[in-house]
């Protein structure tokens, strides 16, 4: 472990002393290959992504419940004990010394008829992601959720946020990004093949994308490139074991800012500001977590009454939900019987819509669903 966190501080070094232009893009993108590897490596043991998660600490065993799945993650004594009991109503223990919480505590907040799971995890220190003060526990355990709000103090949250970031980027966690359309097919001979759909800015061309699969001794491909990407995302596709999450900055403690403070705090994007002692603007992170995970209510209707508005089936909109997805959502064998389903709401071209399977739903929709005949 110190053999391989030595090679990655002198690969940082060399990068950070490597003037950035055209001339150096070939060597950057070569470190960087090495830089991924061995950072793999030390997360996941020898070999890195193949090797799963056997020599690394695996995250806190709590079973998932609910339609999605949130994880609270910041610095110690930030207030996210105060934050989950204030949104669950759990109990998590809170003081003023840091480290309180040991372990995950979950809890389960309801709006909008969804059941969100909220998971208060310890806070993490700088070099989480090297196993410092169970940070790969923490951080495991937030890649399985749905979406991260970062806690963070607001009178120094610029300091927290950048560390944070960092040991978030170090355990393959990409915050509010995209999967880049990066195509890479390996064959058996022919070479490097290599594609350009759109012009390339950020350093990517054929020559760093043959020292890159070098390093990962790929000597055959076919490259397609259909966005502008760097090589930074280009080893993202290669290593293929990135989360791409969305994450929302929660500056806690505003009670302590003065008005012009909140103004400069203002200008940064992805954040809500509140105060989890005295309740303050909850409702707008609330509101904020349901657009930021996509959720779309489904009201069910059984033939002859009237919808059940009480107890909606929730699907996420960034997946497209079909017809079919719904019909699993609800039972897995429901779609061996499903004849066709009628539907109100946005998403029908005129009320009701007779419609299959692949029909698309939409937020509020009400579906009442018809079995084959003779079932």
Same mark, same amino acid.
């Given at each position: 472990?110190?053999?391989?966190?030595?090679?990655?501080?002198?690969?940082?070094?060399?990068?950070?002393?490597?003037?950035?232009?055209?001339?150096?893009?070939?060597?950057?993108?070569?470190?960087?290959?090495?830089?991924?590897?061995?950072?793999?490596?030390?997360?996941?043991?020898?070999?890195?992504?193949?090797?799963?998660?056997?020599?690394?600490?695996?995250?806190?065993?709590?079973?998932?419940?609910?339609?999605?799945?949130?994880?609270?993650?910041?610095?110690?004594?930030?207030?996210?004990?105060?934050?989950?009991?204030?949104?669950?109503?759990?109990?998590?223990?809170?003081?003023?010394?840091?480290?309180?919480?040991?372990?995950?505590?979950?809890?389960?907040?309801?709006?909008?008829?969804?059941?969100?799971?909220?998971?208060?995890?310890?806070?993490?220190?700088?070099?989480?992601?090297?196993?410092?003060?169970?940070?790969?526990?923490?951080?495991?355990?937030?890649?399985?959720?749905?979406?991260?709000?970062?806690?963070?103090?607001?009178?120094?949250?610029? %300091?927290?946020? &950048?560390?944070? *970031?960092?040991?978030?980027? =170090?355990?393959? #966690?990409?915050?509010?990004?995209?999967? $880049?359309?990066?195509?890479?097919?390996?064959?058996?001979?022919?070479?490097?093949?290599?594609?350009?759909?759109?012009?390339?800015?950020?350093?990517?061309?054929?020559?760093?994308?043959?020292?890159?699969?070098?390093?990962?001794?790929?000597?055959?491909?076919?490259?397609?490139?259909?966005?502008?990407?760097?090589?930074?995302?280009?080893?993202?596709?290669?290593?293929?074991?990135?989360?791409?999450?969305?994450?929302?900055?929660?500056?806690?403690?505003?009670?302590?800012?003065?008005?012009?403070?909140?103004?400069?705090?203002?200008?940064?994007?992805?954040?809500?500001?509140?105060?989890?002692?005295?309740?303050?603007?909850?409702?707008?992170?609330?509101?904020?977590?349901?657009?930021?995970?996509?959720?779309?209510?489904?009201? %069910?209707?059984? &033939?002859?009454? *009237?919808?059940?508005?009480? =107890?909606?089936? #929730?699907?996420?909109?960034?997946?497209? $939900?079909?017809?079919?997805?719904?019909?699993?959502?609800?039972?897995?064998?429901?779609?061996?019987?499903?004849?066709?389903?009628?539907?109100?709401?946005?998403?029908?071209?005129?009320?009701?819509?007779?419609?299959?399977?692949?029909?698309?739903?939409?937020?509020?929709?009400?579906?009442?669903?018809?079995?084959?005949?003779?079932?």
């Amino acid at each position: 472990m110190a053999e391989i966190q030595a090679k990655i501080d002198v690969i940082e070094a060399e990068m950070a002393r490597t003037q950035k232009n055209k001339a150096t893009n070939f060597h950057l993108g070569q470190l960087k290959a090495k830089l991924a590897k061995l950072r793999s490596e030390l997360v996941n043991g020898p070999g890195g992504k193949s090797a799963g998660t056997k020599n690394s600490e695996r995250g806190f065993d709590v079973s998932k419940s609910g339609d999605t799945r949130i994880g609270l993650v910041g610095f110690p004594s930030v207030g996210k004990s105060t934050l989950l009991t204030t949104l669950t109503g759990t109990r998590s223990e809170a003081a003023a010394y840091e480290f309180t919480t040991l372990t995950c505590i979950p809890g389960t907040m309801n709006y909008k008829g969804a059941r969100i799971q909220v998971l208060d995890l310890p806070g993490i220190i700088e070099g989480a992601a090297d196993g410092k003060g169970r940070g790969r526990q923490v951080i495991s355990t937030a890649r399985t959720c749905n979406m991260i709000l970062v806690v963070l103090d607001a009178s120094k949250p610029l %300091t927290h946020k &950048k560390i944070i *970031e960092s040991e978030l980027f =170090g355990f393959g #966690i990409r915050i509010n990004e995209t999967p $880049p359309d990066v195509k890479i097919v390996r064959k058996e001979s022919g070479g490097i093949g290599y594609q350009e759909s759109t012009v390339q800015t950020k350093g990517m061309c054929l020559e760093v994308a043959r020292v890159v699969l070098k390093e990962y001794k790929i000597s055959c491909a076919e490259v397609i490139l259909r966005e502008d990407v760097s090589v930074d995302q280009f080893i993202d596709v290669l290593e293929g074991n990135r989360s791409y999450m969305p994450v929302l900055y929660v500056f806690n403690k505003i009670d302590s800012l003065t008005i012009e403070e909140l103004d400069i705090l203002d200008q940064m994007p992805n954040y809500v500001p509140i105060s989890s002692q005295h309740g303050w603007n909850i409702e707008e992170l609330m509101e904020s977590v349901w657009d930021r995970c996509n959720m779309l209510r489904i009201y %069910t209707k059984p &033939k002859g009454r *009237e919808p059940d508005y009480d =107890g909606p089936v #929730i699907l996420h909109s960034a997946k497209s $939900p079909t017809i079919e997805e719904f019909c699993n959502r609800l039972h897995k064998n429901i779609i061996n019987d499903f004849s066709h389903a009628i539907v109100w709401g946005k998403s029908a071209k005129h009320q009701p819509q007779r419609c299959g399977r692949d029909h698309v739903l939409e937020d509020e929709d009400i579906v009442q669903l018809c079995k084959k005949t003779g079932t």
